[in-house]
């Protein structure tokens, strides 16, 4: 972990000066100035060497089933989508209770895939549900899109994205998967933005169920999304073997045509997320381990990343199996893995947005 330097002398010069001006109009005495210099100096040392750095990840719930996407709730709980099971999962922040939120998905068929991100908009959760039907590769009749969870075991499908992308199908670069692989969604002005990490565009989708394309990009495999204000910004594991030059955050605006880079440096990114202070973070999942596209990073390899002014990253904790998706509540990271884990890294921001 990357330690701060604190630079003492400068902060000692400002006081000093300040402190000069006070006994120029009061005509102090230069014992007592000095005196007071020194012992204002040893508390602002103190202060300033009691900096908080993030903590080290703490395991808050291990055991999900097929965990991939994650959100916070309007109660302030995390939910967390189990894949496998086909349910969501309503997690206590402080304590890891685990309660079951929404259930009867379509689950995944292929290891990955089934109920994979949430989101909620007024109050409602949708979930997005991927990999669950393909006409060429496994034909089930299920349907690949948003779904409105109207009850704990009832939801009515709202936007059939697999076969909005059958109807229009991208080019440009080789798919196989024709119904596309949703990998996240994300509240936008009334409806939601989703994230084809195979088809490689992100689509605007209303609640109504109207589908359009809002961004498309070249073989770049986006992931996470996050929104600031007017502009999206948005995680790309790049394409196989995901080299870390190819892993980057960007960002870009619905008016324009042009994408921003923000930072890149890192293996088979998968999230991006704001904390306080308006810091940006990203996920990495860490060097890919083959051998066939979709397969995951090797273990132990992931790290959560702040973005730095300079486009550089800066790793706030490393080590983390196979991480899938982040979230933030005050500055505590909530750290989803693919091996069904949540972890938790306090104080993520550091200073100045610490504790």
């Known amino acids: 972990m990357k330690k701060r330097n604190l630079n003492i002398n400068s902060g000692k010069l400002t006081l000093f000066a300040a402190f000069a001006v006070v006994c120029f109009l009061t005509s102090c005495d230069k014992d007592v100035a000095d005196l007071n210099f020194d012992s204002n100096m040893d508390q602002l040392t103190e202060k300033s060497m009691h900096i908080t750095e993030p903590g080290e990840p703490q395991l808050l719930v291990s055991g999900l089933s097929g965990s991939s996407g994650s959100t916070i709730g309007p109660g302030g709980a995390l939910y967390v989508t189990e894949g496998a099971v086909g349910k969501i999962s309503s997690i206590d922040p402080k304590t890891g209770n685990i309660t079951t939120f929404a259930s009867g998905f379509p689950p995944s068929l292929i290891g990955i895939g089934g109920v994979y991100d949430v989101a909620f908009l007024g109050g409602t959760a949708y979930a997005l549900v991927t990999l669950v039907d393909d006409p060429n590769l496994f034909p089930t009749g299920e349907v690949n899109g948003i779904y409105r969870v109207d009850g704990p075991d009832s939801y009515t499908i709202i936007a059939d994205i697999g076969a909005y992308n059958l109807a229009h199908p991208p080019t440009g670069f080789d798919y196989f998967v024709n119904t596309g692989v949703l990998y996240s969604i994300q509240t936008w002005r009334g409806g939601f933005l989703v994230a084809d990490g195979h088809l490689n565009r992100i689509l605007h989708v209303t609640t109504d169920g109207q589908i359009s394309v809002f961004k498309t990009f070249g073989n770049i495999v986006p992931t996470g999304l996050d929104v600031s204000g007017n502009i999206v910004y948005m995680a790309e594991a790049g394409p196989v073997p995901h080299e870390p030059e190819d892993g980057k955050v960007v960002s870009f605006s619905p008016n324009s045509s042009s994408v921003t880079a923000v930072a890149s440096g890192a293996p088979l990114l998968v999230d991006v997320e704001f904390n306080r202070?308006?810091?940006?973070?990203?996920?990495s999942q860490g060097e890919w381990e083959g051998p066939t596209e979709g397969s995951p990073s090797k273990p132990n390899d992931g790290s959560l990343l702040k973005v730095n002014d300079d486009g550089t990253f800066t790793t706030v904790a490393e080590g983390l199996d196979r991480p899938t998706s982040l979230e933030f509540i005050?500055?505590?990271?909530?750290?989803?893995?693919?091996?069904?884990d949540v972890w938790t890294i306090e104080n993520a921001a550091g200073a100045p947005f610490g504790k």
């Open 277 to 283: 202070g308006r810091t940006l973070f990203a996920l």
């Open 330 to 340: 005050k500055n505590t990271a909530y750290i989803v893995t693919l091996t069904g």
